[in-house]
């Protein structure tokens, strides 16, 4: 016997669909590279990761609390944003850094926004600037990976025993530009770029763990792929046509793609649908601005790394841009 | 003119609910409840009310006009049932609420109607357009497949807007709904005979008529029956690629011409006329006969619903009959919905009557319910912009339902919000389980309610 009819407005059925899932399938996509920061940094880069999303989370929860809201970490957005944060430190950069890292990049990235979809720039990389202004000098310290091929260059002079520190493939590209040579040198380590036996932040030194993570993510449909195509063109572009200028003074393309933050931001933080355009035009739009404005920094800027200012610079002009790249209806604008 | 494309006759956008078809699909079209009481609805159409013909106290026959109204745009009602009428009263309508329905008691023993007319002899030559016209509007006659317009005031020739192409909508994309399927198969010298008709009436020089390719046996069916009949070279069979919402006049004409309505427009604007099966099969039956339109085939569905299967059902029959002839609902609680689940509407008041444009009635479970989204916590839109892929209008959704959630009316229009044909698949793909289409009719009633303030 029927005694309890619901009502409500069509349709009445929903795909399984939702946003925890997404976020779950984000945080799938990014394991292949905690695990290489594992790899490579061994044991002290879980417990940066580990404390990074944990202060992610509290600081969500508490956000909550003192907002009155209800309680939002079943969506597990503050997980990701933890991991991305983590995966953009340097191996060695101190706990309690991090921990004040991942709380301004929620409290102030996100929840004084109203939470998650309301935030304007990316959380993550919120986080990173504040920590790249508050200590720079820690943000620059760069440890060798665990496992590394020991007839790479190494910034401190080379005794032989234990270099504990080690330039990046991007700091090496910077001092090749300002020198106009040894270029070379970072061409050189396009395999070690690709597997991740190189120096740079947790996430960033294995391509071949970011390029598995985004594929996974680009089959669970959970990203589509204009973001990451015209990012990944752009920057080829540009780093193309610096590379037919000067060979000796920079680096290959295809080292430009493989190194630094780039695929990271490519399938992990630029695709950030939040703060993404939301059609596809708007989507090259932006890729190809951040891919550009992260060559440019790069290339002309004073540091050797710019995903981090490109998606933030794109994130603050992606309401613009979703406003020029509006749809038309598909019969056309109405006649009225 | 290019016909279809690469990759098949579809559209751009739409989803893939889950079809639940097999519920349904092989049960025979079976005579419905012999009802006691129906209550007929005096608006069953898009178009003015009717005025009713008949009195309390009054005797009707079967297949009686009841109701009529002297507007262009309107369509009479008639009895399904010899009885009395015992009163004009309120009753639940799933569009207009309680609206004016004319009850009537039936008599002991009257027949139910017979749903196996021959069309053996059949000769379309016999009528004249004019007829045609005449018998569509006089049986009350409206488009079955949902929207219910006057079907005398679509096919009737227009000299500013002649109408070329006719298609012939039987995609059927909605999950759960057979009746069409049905149709097409048990009734398909009728649907042939009532294109024809149609055909003849409008003036259209060539047919098509678009399946869904999910139905084999349906296009073999009606290719079957073009073969052995005479006169048919300009009626072609177009297996469109199943997803919803295909069954839109709109999409359905994306899909099959490759064209473009114009937004806000409608299909005479670009010289088409659309029927569903269904339809064409009532014009042939009150053309050749001069039955009008008291009884449909309604799909009782759902896993909610102990005997599912496809009905000939006494328009006016209230729901809660049907489904009681249908062995009830098993659960305690469900969603009744009167059409699919991804349009159809859910009732609260079981003694709605069926009208003409009700194709089914769907009862969902407590289970599948708990899969839509309001069980489920919605969060705040991620800006995935799935609603944007999916919409067949290239509409962006989220936007015009934010817009409208926060009041900003001006802005829903900005994005559109008029264009939206309601299919309800942003809200199906949405993981955030916001309620756009809601959000959507609710902002274009807002609007309508603005329109009319307004001093002309």
Same mark, same amino acid.
């Given at each position: 016997?029927?005694?309890?009819?619901?009502?409500?407005?069509?349709?009445?059925?929903?795909?399984?669909?939702?946003?925890?899932?997404?976020?779950?399938?984000?945080?799938?996509?990014?394991?292949?590279?905690?695990?290489?920061?594992?790899?490579?940094?061994?044991?002290?880069?879980?417990?940066?990761?580990?404390?990074?999303?944990?202060?992610?989370?509290?600081?969500?929860?508490?956000?909550?609390?003192?907002?009155?809201?209800?309680?939002?970490?079943?969506?597990?957005?503050?997980? =990701?944003? %933890?991991?991305?944060? #983590?995966?953009? +430190?340097? &191996? /060695?950069?101190?706990?309690? *850094?991090?921990?004040?890292? !991942?709380?301004?990049?929620?409290?102030?990235?996100?929840? =004084?926004? %109203?939470?998650?979809? #309301?935030?304007? +720039?990316? &959380? /993550?990389?919120?986080?990173? *600037?504040?920590?790249?202004? !508050?200590?720079?000098?820690?943000?620059?310290?760069?440890? =060798?990976?665990?496992?590394?091929?020991?007839?790479?260059?190494?910034? /401190?002079?080379?005794?032989?025993?234990?270099?504990?520190?080690?330039?990046?493939?991007?700091?090496?590209?910077?001092?090749?530009?300002?020198?106009?040579?040894?270029?070379?040198?970072?061409?050189?380590?396009?395999?070690?770029?690709?597997?991740?036996?190189?120096?740079?932040?947790?996430?960033?030194?294995?391509?071949?763990?970011?390029?598995?993570?985004?594929?996974?993510?680009?089959?669970?449909?959970?990203?589509?792929?204009?973001?990451?195509?015209?990012?990944?063109?752009?920057?080829?572009?540009?780093?193309?046509?610096?590379?037919?200028?000067?060979?000796?003074?920079?680096?290959?393309?295809?080292?430009?793609?493989?190194?630094?933050?780039?695929?990271?931001?490519?399938?992990?933080?630029?695709?950030?649908?939040?703060?993404?355009?939301?059609?596809?035009?708007?989507?090259?739009?932006?890729?190809?601005?951040?891919?550009?404005?992260?060559?440019?920094?790069?290339?002309?800027?004073?540091?050797?790394?710019?995903?981090?200012?490109?998606?933030?610079?794109?994130?603050?002009?992606?309401?613009?841009?979703?406003?020029?790249?509006?749809?038309?209806?598909?019969?056309?604008?109405?006649?009225? | 003119?290019?016909?279809?494309?690469?990759?098949?006759?579809?559209?751009?956008?739409?989803?893939?609910?889950?079809?639940?078809?097999?519920?349904?699909?092989?049960?025979?079209?079976?005579?419905?409840?012999?009802?006691?009481?129906?209550?007929?609805?005096?608006?069953?159409?898009?178009?003015?009310?009717?005025?009713?013909?008949?009195?309390?106290?009054?005797?009707?026959?079967?297949?009686?006009?009841?109701?009529?109204?002297?507007?262009?745009?309107?369509?009479?009602?008639?009895?399904?049932?010899?009885?009395?009428?015992?009163?004009?009263?309120?009753?639940?309508?799933?569009?207009?609420?309680?609206?004016?329905?004319?009850?009537?008691?039936?008599?002991?023993?009257?027949?139910?109607?017979?749903?196996?007319?021959?069309?053996?002899?059949?000769?379309?030559?016999?009528?004249?357009?004019?007829?045609?016209?005449?018998?569509?509007?006089?049986?009350?006659?409206?488009?079955?497949?949902?929207?219910?317009?006057?079907?005398?005031?679509?096919?009737?020739?227009?000299?500013?807007?002649?109408?070329?192409?006719?298609?012939?909508?039987?995609?059927?994309?909605?999950?759960?709904?057979?009746?069409?399927?049905?149709?097409?198969?048990?009734?398909?010298?009728?649907?042939?005979?009532?294109?024809?008709?149609?055909?003849?009436?409008?003036?259209?020089?060539?047919?098509?008529?678009?399946?869904?390719?999910?139905?084999?046996?349906?296009?073999?069916?009606?290719?079957?029956?073009?073969?052995?009949?005479?006169?048919?070279?300009?009626?072609?069979?177009?297996?469109?690629?199943?997803?919803?919402?295909?069954?839109?006049?709109?999409?359905?004409?994306?899909?099959?011409?490759?064209?473009?309505?114009?937004?806000?427009?409608?299909?005479?604007?670009?010289?088409?006329?659309?029927?569903?099966?269904?339809?064409?099969?009532?014009?042939?039956?009150?053309?050749?006969?001069?039955?009008?339109?008291?009884?449909?085939?309604?799909?009782?569905?759902?896993?909610?619903?102990?005997?599912?299967?496809?009905?000939?059902?006494?328009?006016?029959?209230?729901?809660?009959?049907?489904?009681?002839?249908?062995?009830?609902?098993?659960?305690?609680?469900?969603?009744?919905?009167?059409?699919?689940?991804?349009?159809?509407?859910?009732?609260?008041?079981?003694?709605?009557?069926?009208?003409?444009?009700?194709?089914?009635?769907?009862?969902?479970?407590?289970?599948?319910?708990?899969?839509?989204?309001?069980?489920?916590?919605?969060?705040?839109?991620?800006?995935?912009?799935?609603?944007?892929?999916?919409?067949?209008?290239?509409?962006?959704?989220?936007?015009?339902?934010?817009?409208?959630?926060?009041?900003?009316?001006?802005?829903?229009?900005?994005?559109?919000?008029?264009?939206?044909?309601?299919?309800?698949?942003?809200?199906?793909?949405?993981?955030?389980?916001?309620?756009?289409?809601?959000?959507?009719?609710?902002?274009?009633?807002?609007?309508?309610?603005?329109?009319?303030?307004?001093?002309?």
């Amino acid at each position: 016997m029927l005694t309890d009819i619901k009502v409500s407005c069509s349709p009445h059925i929903s795909e399984p669909l939702s946003t925890r899932r997404i976020m779950r399938d984000v945080v799938i996509g990014l394991a292949p590279a905690v695990a290489a920061a594992g790899y490579y940094f061994r044991i002290y880069a879980l417990i940066l990761i580990a404390s990074c999303v944990i202060s992610a989370v509290a600081t969500e929860w508490l956000c909550n609390l003192i907002r009155r809201k209800p309680n939002s970490l079943g969506d597990f957005s503050a997980v =990701v944003t %933890g991991i991305i944060l #983590a995966l953009s +430190l340097p &191996p /060695a950069f101190p706990i309690w *850094a991090a921990v004040i890292g !991942s709380c301004f990049a929620i409290a102030i990235g996100k929840m =004084v926004f %109203g939470g998650l979809g #309301a935030n304007i +720039l990316n &959380p /993550a990389m919120v986080g990173r *600037a504040f920590l790249t202004a !508050s200590f720079g000098m820690l943000m620059t310290t760069w440890t =060798v990976p665990a496992v590394i091929d020991s007839a790479m260059p190494k910034i /401190a002079a080379d005794t032989g025993i234990d270099a504990r520190t080690q330039a990046t493939p991007l700091a090496w590209s910077k001092q090749a530009i300002k020198t106009k040579a040894g270029a070379e040198i970072v061409n050189k380590q396009l395999k070690d770029l690709f597997i991740g036996s190189v120096g740079g932040c947790l996430g960033e030194t294995s391509a071949l763990a970011l390029l598995i993570g985004g594929l996974y993510l680009v089959i669970r449909r959970t990203i589509n792929l204009h973001i990451p195509l015209a990012v990944l063109l752009s920057a080829f572009v540009f780093a193309t046509i610096a590379y037919l200028i000067n060979p000796q003074a920079y680096i290959r393309p295809v080292s430009h793609l493989l190194s630094g933050g780039m695929l990271l931001c490519v399938f992990f933080i630029a695709t950030d649908p939040v703060t993404a355009p939301l059609t596809p035009a708007g989507m090259w739009i932006f890729g190809i601005g951040v891919g550009a404005m992260t060559m440019l920094i790069r290339i002309v800027g004073e540091y050797p790394e710019g995903v981090m200012y490109a998606v933030l610079l794109m994130n603050a002009v992606t309401p613009l841009i979703d406003k020029m790249c509006k749809f038309a209806p598909a019969g056309g604008k109405p006649s009225v | 003119m290019k016909i279809g494309a690469i990759g098949g006759y579809s559209f751009p956008g739409g989803t893939h609910p889950p079809q639940n078809k097999e519920l349904t699909c092989e049960h025979k079209i079976h005579p419905g409840p012999a009802v006691k009481e129906v209550a007929v609805m005096l608006s069953q159409h898009i178009g003015a009310q009717c005025r009713p013909l008949v009195r309390a106290g009054n005797m009707v026959q079967a297949g009686q006009k009841i109701g009529d109204s002297d507007a262009f745009v309107s369509a009479p009602v008639h009895s399904p049932i010899t009885g009395k009428v015992k009163e004009i009263a309120l009753r639940s309508h799933a569009v207009l609420g309680r609206s004016p329905a004319i009850v009537i008691e039936a008599y002991p023993y009257s027949p139910t109607k017979r749903s196996d007319f021959s069309f053996d002899d059949f000769d379309e030559d016999k009528y004249s357009a004019e007829q045609i016209c005449d018998a569509v509007r006089q049986a009350g006659i409206v488009g079955m497949g949902g929207a219910g317009f006057p079907t005398r005031v679509k096919i009737e020739p227009d000299p500013r807007l002649p109408k070329e192409t006719m298609i012939i909508n039987g995609c059927e994309c909605e999950p759960y709904i057979t009746c069409d399927y049905r149709i097409m198969l048990e009734w398909t010298d009728r649907i042939i005979a009532g294109i024809k008709l149609a055909k003849k009436a409008a003036g259209c020089s060539r047919v098509f008529i678009g399946i869904e390719d999910n139905k084999p046996r349906a296009i073999e069916a009606i290719n079957t029956a073009l073969k052995s009949t005479s006169n048919v070279d300009d009626i072609k069979v177009v297996p469109v690629k199943t997803k919803y919402p295909q069954g839109d006049e709109r999409q359905l004409i994306k899909a099959i011409l490759k064209k473009n309505v114009p937004t806000g427009g409608i299909p005479p604007m670009i010289g088409l006329l659309v029927l569903n099966v269904a339809t064409t099969a009532a014009i042939a039956e009150a053309v050749v006969f001069g039955s009008p339109l008291t009884y449909r085939v309604v799909t009782v569905s759902g896993q909610a619903v102990a005997r599912p299967g496809n009905y000939y059902v006494a328009i006016g029959t209230s729901v809660s009959e049907l489904i009681e002839f249908c062995g009830g609902v098993t659960q305690k609680s469900a969603k009744v919905v009167l059409g699919g689940p991804m349009m159809g509407i859910a009732i609260a008041d079981l003694t709605t009557p069926i009208t003409k444009t009700t194709g089914a009635v769907t009862v969902l479970t407590r289970h599948q319910i708990g899969r839509a989204k309001f069980a489920r916590r919605q969060t705040a839109c991620i800006r995935c912009g799935r609603c944007l892929d999916v919409c067949p209008e290239r509409l962006n959704p989220t936007k015009i339902a934010h817009a409208v959630k926060n009041n900003a009316l001006d802005v829903a229009e900005s994005y559109y919000i008029s264009a939206c044909i309601e299919c309800g698949c942003c809200s199906y793909v949405c993981p955030a389980k916001i309620e756009l289409t809601g959000y959507i009719k609710t902002g274009k009633i807002f609007l309508a309610g603005q329109k009319k303030k307004v001093p002309q």
